[in-house]
């Protein structure tokens, strides 16, 4: 079975402090990756995603920056912290015409 | 247009009653379309989809209806329980070269015993 991993659980940032974010997905090979952003008691915005290693396509800028090291690893950083960014973070993997399946997300408070 | 309409936006049922959930859209490449549930704190959960080929899938209680011609669908929750008081979001997909899943603003659900 599949299953995938993020971490932190939960990050408490100063602003204009760097970010980085991970997730690991076993058991599936080569799998589609995605990252999303949910503010509080709001929708999902997709951000990036990625089907190979080493190739990231970015579906909205956020001053955010995501990178594929490894086929089952995904991350997402930046360099400087904004108060926007606060919000949740979810890792995702599936395919392009197939499910997706979030993982159990990242708590990010900026302050 | 790549958008996702949900409504409504919070819905309170009694235990045991029916739960109905839609969406709209404008996209008519969109070819599938999947509902999650998500609890505080917690990430999306796949819960139902269909692709545009289907008019109705079933599991368990729950069915979610697609009608194309009127670009709409729904979900419907069945002898509703309080553990299915969460957050419900429809999305979308297009066709072939899409890989963005569009969801709608959400509906929050609360079950009362």
């Known amino acids: 079975a599949q299953t995938i991993h993020q971490w932190p659980v939960a990050e408490i940032k100063a602003v204009g402090s760097p970010l980085s974010l991970g997730c690991t997905i076993k058991?599936?090979?080569?799998?589609?990756l995605y990252w999303y952003w949910q503010a509080t008691g709001g929708t999902l915005q997709q951000l990036f995603y990625s089907i190979t290693v080493g190739q990231v396509e970015s579906v909205v800028q956020l001053n955010l920056s995501a990178s594929r090291p490894k086929d089952d690893q995904f991350i997402l950083s930046t360099e400087k912290l904004l108060l926007s960014h606060s919000g949740f973070y979810l890792c995702?993997?599936?395919?392009?015409?197939?499910?997706?399946?979030f993982g159990k997300g990242t708590r990010l408070t900026v302050v | 247009q790549q958008q996702v309409r949900q409504s409504p936006q919070s819905l309170t049922v009694w235990e045991g009653g029916t739960t109905v959930l839609t969406c709209s859209y404008e996209d008519s490449t969109f070819n599938y379309f999947p509902w999650y549930q998500q609890f505080p704190g917690e990430g999306p959960a796949l819960l139902i989809s269909i692709l545009s080929v289907s008019d109705k899938k079933e599991d368990g209680r729950f069915t979610t209806f697609f009608n194309k011609r009127e670009k709409k669908l729904s979900l419907h929750i069945i002898d509703s329980q309080p553990g299915d008081s969460a957050t419900y979001f429809c999305a979308a997909r297009g066709s072939s070269g899409s890989w963005q899943l569009i969801f709608g603003s959400g509906t929050q659900l609360t079950v009362m015993p």
């Open positions: 995702a993997w599936g395919g392009q015409n197939t499910e997706v399946f």
């Open positions: 058991g599936k090979s080569s799998p589609n």
